[in-house]
């Protein structure tokens, strides 16, 4: 049916037809780095990064930018706060989040611009939206007059009047209580480190004109996709659209993507009290990323279609954790069965992988493979609907245990049906890679890490082994539960019991 996508603006979905044939630019707004980042800082990042990921797959030459806002009101009062200066502060957040994305696989991102780097190219737009008549000056500061926007309000279909709840300095006479800030003039007590020269005086940039300036810097005037999260959507993609088209003439961006917010599951209390307060604390991603794997909060992520909510929460953690497990299980089972990995073997095919399933010989794995990979394809092509399409991944899992148990691999395989098993699987991991899945292979406790946990687990199972003998098997049990509760899984096999952590 061809690739469509869902355009915020005009609340429909629509063939996905690039400016330029081939080509995609793409604009994530990206963090205000004034505190370390959250896991709701990481769902727009994980998101656009499986669509890249995904439109790279399908042949385009695909740009993606997400910027850096280091200049911004919160960032000068939490580095007053602190005692520092924002750059030191902007700096040390920056670090934290690109280890964040690091941690995550967010590893596709082209260009990364820095507001402060780019306070030219925000002062020249400003000059051309006062030049055009769509800017005046007031007292130092400049503001856009949304009464000169015929269309204002065409992103989030609100009016002029609706517009609320920025955050820009009003020190400055505004014509209309709608008019928002594209320069705002320097405050005394303010660090001259944020003080920017400008035709005005000095000062700094309003936030919306700083993402107007970047993107227009890297992806031209008109690009394709403008992403963020649905809190983007008024006022600021609001703004941007205004304040760029009125600059150039020209359409911004084409399509209009917005990524569904993080709902945590956590008591209906005040932020200012403690359990809050720690609750939050704990969904900083540094901290995240110390407990749980990037691939497991990318996995509960991409299990929901993008412009749905993300819920977050422990309980929802532990879900996706046992269903991720559903995947390292298998491919722990082929490893072990077919004496090579199949991240290994993935690595060793390349991208052709994803779609070529000649070397399997038996007819049922060939068509679920076939049947899968479609039903991946057919997913992600309607919208990017990375929750259908790893419903397909966890078919064609199911499809190679059936295979396994059918063919009595375990017991009696043979050269062909190891064989078989092993492109499934391979096929499986190359396939998840489109969406950023199965980068690594899964950290496992094996006696080559771990030599004294190995034994004393193998002690463990032996008594576990002799109690089902003697028909105990309520202290077998036992055991098994207790094991559980550390997160460590038995599973028995016909040629014995195996034991992995995590």
Not at 34 to 59: C, M, N, Q, T, W
């Amino acid at each position: 049916m061809g690739l469509v996508v869902y355009n915020t603006l005009t609340r429909k979905k629509e063939p996905f037809e690039p400016i330029t044939p081939g080509k995609v630019g793409i604009y994530l707004c990206g963090p205000t780095v004034y505190k370390p980042s959250h896991i709701g800082h990481a769902v727009g990042p994980i998101v656009f990064d499986a669509i890249k990921r995904y439109l790279v797959h399908r042949g385009y030459e695909v740009t993606w930018v997400v910027n850096i806002t280091d200049v911004d009101d919160k960032l000068i009062d939490e580095a007053a706060r602190q005692n520092t200066t924002t750059a030191l502060l902007a700096e040390r957040v920056t670090q934290d989040y690109l280890a964040a994305m690091a941690g995550l696989h967010v590893d596709s991102i082209d260009i990364m611009p820095k507001a402060s780097e780019h306070i030219g190219h925000i002062v020249g737009t400003v000059e051309q939206l006062i030049e055009r008549g769509y800017a005046y000056e007031s007292n130092g500061d400049v503001y856009f007059d949304v009464t000169k926007d015929d269309d204002y309000g065409k992103l989030s279909n609100r009016r002029v009047e609706d517009q609320a709840g920025q955050r820009d300095l009003q020190s400055g006479e505004k014509r209309h209580p709608g008019d928002f800030a594209l320069w705002k003039s320097a405050k005394p007590n303010e660090p001259e480190e944020v003080k920017y020269d400008s035709p005005w005086g000095k000062g700094r940039p309003g936030w919306h004109i700083e993402c107007s300036a970047m993107s227009s810097a890297y992806l031209g005037e008109s690009f394709d996709i403008h992403g963020g999260g649905m809190d983007l959507v008024f006022p600021h993609h609001e703004n941007e659209i205004a304040q760029s088209e009125s600059a150039t003439g020209k359409p911004f961006a084409k399509y209009w993507m917005h990524n569904g917010l993080t709902r945590f599951n956590t008591k209906k209390v005040s932020k200012s009290d403690p359990e809050m307060q720690a609750a939050l604390a704990k969904m900083t991603l540094n901290k995240l990323l110390a407990e749980h794997s990037g691939e497991l909060l990318r996995f509960l992520v991409l299990s929901t279609q993008y412009r749905s909510p993300i819920e977050f929460s422990d309980q929802e953690l532990a879900s996706k954790r046992k269903a991720l497990d559903t995947f390292y299980r298998l491919f722990e089972r082929v490893g072990r069965i077919c004496g090579r990995s199949p991240f290994e073997e993935a690595d060793a095919r390349g991208a052709a992988a994803a779609s070529g399933d000649s070397d399997i010989s038996n007819a049922e794995l060939v068509a679920a493979c076939a049947k899968q990979s479609a039903a991946f394809e057919q997913a992600m092509e309607d919208d990017f609907n990375t929750a259908g399409a790893m419903a397909a991944l966890f078919e064609l899992a199911a499809a190679a245990n059936r295979f396994i148990e059918q063919q009595r691999i375990e017991s009696e395989g043979t050269d062909a049906t190891r064989k078989d098993l092993l492109s499934a699987c391979v096929r499986l991991v190359a396939v998840g890679r489109l969406i950023g899945l199965f980068l690594d292979p899964p950290a496992q406790r094996s006696t080559a890490d771990d030599g004294l946990a190995d034994r004393a687990m193998q002690v463990l199972i032996q008594i576990r082994q002799h109690l089902r003998k003697k028909k105990d098997f309520e202290s077998a049990d036992l055991i098994r539960n207790l094991l559980a509760e550390r997160k460590i899984t038995l599973e028995d096999r016909p040629n014995g019991t195996s034991w992995r952590a995590g």
